[in-house]
């Protein structure tokens, strides 16, 4: 495995309040929501450098990064299985690697779980997003989000065995796919869809289910308790949601991917429009709900969303980073947003937590707009050593 340190720069206290300082490389135990034990990683070479503050009010934070697979091919989603093995999907090839929890010289173990013949990739669509069921130890099912020729979809399948669509019949595109699946501490299935249209017209129309983030049961029904009784919409007016996450709070995350002119960070509410094509950022429409941060564009098209603790980070493929957000109990922002990682990888799309709590992403250069090293893709594993982020 490769292990190398990195500096993450901002304000000491700011960031001391993300990580933590009571504990040098622990978060503690993982959420109870959250599945799997850790994989059994090497700890950090012992080239690893320890960095102090290095600016005048400021501070310097080091993260250890790790390669754990490489030569993949547009890893796209990634969730954990109950033995702290990891499921990533290939958008382009459809296949679902399991990465781990075996261990060599060269990093993880990667094997191929299974390849599915009915996902048809092109643009941004193929296998996306991928979830393991919450009662996996007893029905071993995991969901995944696809492409066909004709519209995206979600799965259920044992691996190995046939994929059974529960939901079909969202709007496909061949820009945008939305593709984000998680299951919430409500333990009901939530995905993220992508408008897909010049014009934003899915995004607005609660009969589609294009431009929405939606919560389902395992049977891909409409959830009790959402917005509109037999809908599966769970909130509006998004572009292209491409990840999800939650905190400790139950408070949802996601990830707003290719605005025209800002890429977004959202707080996601019951019911509530998130203004696309309407608004583009921060807008002045009390109807529409701002985001909770946005960049340009150039420095986002973000679409990965993790939470460790009070930190929500979420990996970018045009600004080539991970960005990390301190969010205070009521889910505003304190302070500047830290990066990492910026022009080190390339564009990175996936990120998960991993069970250990330290964040797992992908490499996204494989694909139109990427320029590939000799091992891309790659899955990297990030450790704040310095305050608190994974065990080392």
Avoid at 264 to 269: F, G, K, M, P, T
Avoid at 303 to 315: F, I, K, M
Avoid at 330 to 344: A, D, I, K
Wanted: net charge neutral.
């Amino acid at each position: 495995m490769i292990v190398r340190s990195r500096r993450v720069r901002g304000a000491a206290l700011a960031l001391a309040a993300v990580l933590g300082l009571a504990s040098a490389c622990s978060f503690g135990p993982p959420d109870p929501d959250q599945q799997g034990a850790p994989p059994n990683l090497p700890a950090p070479s012992s080239d690893e450098s320890s960095a102090g503050p290095d600016d005048p009010g400021g501070g310097s934070q080091e993260v250890a990064v790790t390669v754990l697979a490489k030569d993949l091919d547009v890893p796209w989603g990634m969730a954990f299985l109950p033995d702290g093995s990891g499921l990533v999907t290939e958008r382009d090839t459809g296949r679902i690697l399991k990465v781990g929890p075996e261990s060599d010289a060269k990093g993880l173990a990667v094997t191929e779980a299974q390849r599915l013949a009915e996902v048809r990739a092109s643009g941004d669509g193929g296998l996306l997003g991928i979830a393991v069921s919450p009662d996996y130890k007893t029905d071993k099912t995991v969901y995944v989000y696809y492409s066909t020729a004709k519209d995206n979809r979600v799965g259920k399948l044992v691996l190995g065995g046939k994929l059974q669509p529960i939901l079909t019949g969202i709007p496909r595109s061949g820009t945008v796919n939305g593709g984000a699946l998680a299951f919430g501490p409500d333990g009901f299935l939530y995905a993220g869809t992508a408008d897909g249209t010049p014009t934003g017209t899915q995004a607005q129309n609660p009969k589609s289910l294009g431009g929405k983030i939606l919560r389902m049961t395992v049977a891909g029904k409409p959830a009790p308790g959402n917005p509109v009784k037999d809908s599966l919409v769970w909130s509006s007016g998004h572009r292209n949601v491409q990840g999800i996450a939650w905190d400790k709070t139950k408070r949802m995350y996601a990830s707003e991917s290719g605005q025209t002119k800002a890429g977004e960070l959202n707080v996601i509410a019951k019911g509530k429009n998130y203004g696309w094509p309407r608004s583009d950022g921060a807008g002045t429409d009390a109807k529409l709900t701002n985001p909770m941060f946005s960049w340009t564009t150039a420095e986002s098209g973000c679409s990965g969303v993790a939470v460790l603790e009070q930190t929500v980070a979420t990996a970018c493929q045009l600004g080539q980073r991970v960005y990390l957000l301190n969010v205070t109990g009521n889910g505003t922002v304190l302070g500047t947003p830290q990066s990492v990682l910026t022009g080190e990888y390339g564009r990175l799309r996936g990120l998960v937590a991993a069970p250990d709590g330290s964040l797992w992403a992908g490499t996204s250069n494989q694909e139109d707009g990427g320029d590939p090293g000799p091992e891309d893709d790659r899955i990297i594993r990030l450790v704040f050593s310095d305050g608190g982020a994974g065990r080392s």
